[in-house]
């Protein structure tokens, strides 16, 4: 069993749920990486002081360039707001360091492209963030719909919905200005999450017709007067992938807290999952001539087993330690047939995709996607 040593770039939220992975890897039964946080770069001295308990972490800094140079680390978790990935992902890159970058690799598709550009370039290994697909009714779901047993697909709807953004008087925050998230707001921010399989189920789609949404065009500053919250809310984007493909990502959808859903039919069956019922899976067949729509309790079995009992229910930090186990095998080429992290070419079409569909709701057209 080889060991991953780790720094982490950005020691925020996303930060802390990788020491917490970390720290319940032993759960995992059987895994070829034991992974050990070493390092981790913050600008923020009451972030990095939160780093404290975790007994491994030998360095703490504001200076990346201290873990980029260090020789014994061999990954890192690049978790920094959009604007400053360009930048980040390419030192790393130039430093040779392995690493996971949080999505959309970019902050834009000419940004995107300069990343891709450079990792093909390079020996390095890198992929990008995408956590709800090892929910286990997620990874039912995609394995249905990969097999084919739905037969010629009728129409696909994927959707990445919260409704935090609904309290008009949060305070203004990097995500919901477009000089760091970039233009394509929410799309940036949560379009990974309707793509990551989308994109690995082989599917490209033709055309986009983007409806975008600017619902609050002010949020409370630092000192509570209003300033410009310019990005856009809500997304939904109708593509023509040989079928109608719909993705919707949305920060201000009511009743929605933080919910992934997936729903494919058929000619031959459908399936659909949410996280808002984490244990269950809904699959739709005709037998005797009679459509049936039936339940399916999943359970917590994900890509790797766990010491958890196989009845208890999965939640997002589980997400996060399969995908965790599924970035630091796949490094180590013992991933087999599982599903893998978001390429950086998978990455660079969520940003052609999200590129086209912002000409789209300028234009209120029909956009085709291709090289662009």
């Known amino acids: 069993m080889s060991v991953a040593r780790i ?117 390095v290994f890198v992929r990008c963030s995408s956590e709800v697909p090892y929910f286990p009714g997620a990874q039912l779901a995609y394995e249905t719909i990969r097999s084919g047993e739905l037969g010629q697909l009728i129409e696909v709807e994927h959707a990445f919905l919260h409704s935090s953004d609904l309290d008009r008087d949060k305070p203004i925050n990097w995500k919901r200005q477009a000089r760091y998230c970039g233009e394509a707001g929410v799309m940036n921010d949560l379009g990974m999450h309707v793509l990551h399989l989308p994109l690995r189920l082989g599917w490209q789609p033709r055309t986009v017709y983007a409806v975008l949404q600017d619902l609050v065009r002010t949020r409370p500053g630092p000192d509570g007067e209003p300033v410009p919250c310019d990005t856009w809310d809500n997304a939904t984007l109708h593509l023509d992938a040989g079928f109608p493909l719909t993705l919707a990502t949305k920060r201000i959808a009511p009743r929605e807290m933080n919910t992934w859903r997936l729903r494919a039919v058929g000619m031959d069956g459908g399936i659909e999952f949410s996280t808002a019922e984490p244990k269950l899976v809904k699959r739709f067949a005709v037998r005797d001539g009679r459509q049936l729509w039936e339940h399916v309790e999943v359970g917590s079995r994900s890509v790797y087993a766990t010491t958890a009992g196989g009845i208890w229910e999965f939640g997002f930090s589980d997400a996060i330690l399969q995908m965790w186990a599924v970035f630091l095998a796949e490094r180590e080429g013992a991933l087999g047939d599982r599903l893998g992290c978001v390429t950086p070419r998978e990455a660079l079409a969520a940003h052609e995709i999200f590129h086209a569909a912002l000409e789209s709701g300028a234009s209120r057209s029909v956009v085709a996607l291709g090289e662009r």
């Not at 895994?31 to 009451?46: F, G, K, Q, S, Y």
């Not at 360039?65 to 680390?73: H, V």
């Not at 550009?117 to 390079?122: G, L, W």
């Open 7 to 123: 720094g982490i770039v950005g020691g925020g939220l996303m930060g802390r749920e990788l020491a917490a992975a970390i720290g319940r890897w032993t759960t995992l039964e059987d895994h070829p990486v034991t992974p050990r946080l070493e390092a981790v770069c913050d600008t923020n001295p009451d972030v990095l002081a939160w780093f404290d308990r975790v007994e491994s972490v030998r360095l703490k800094t504001a200076d990346r360039d201290e873990l980029l140079g260090d020789p014994d680390l061999d990954v890192l978790y690049l978790a920094v707001p959009h604007h400053l990935h360009e930048e980040l992902y390419l030192a790393t890159v130039e430093a040779g360091k392995d690493f996971l970058g949080e999505k959309p690799f970019g902050i834009d598709l000419a940004a995107g492209r300069r990343i891709v550009e450079a990792i093909d370039a390079s020996d």
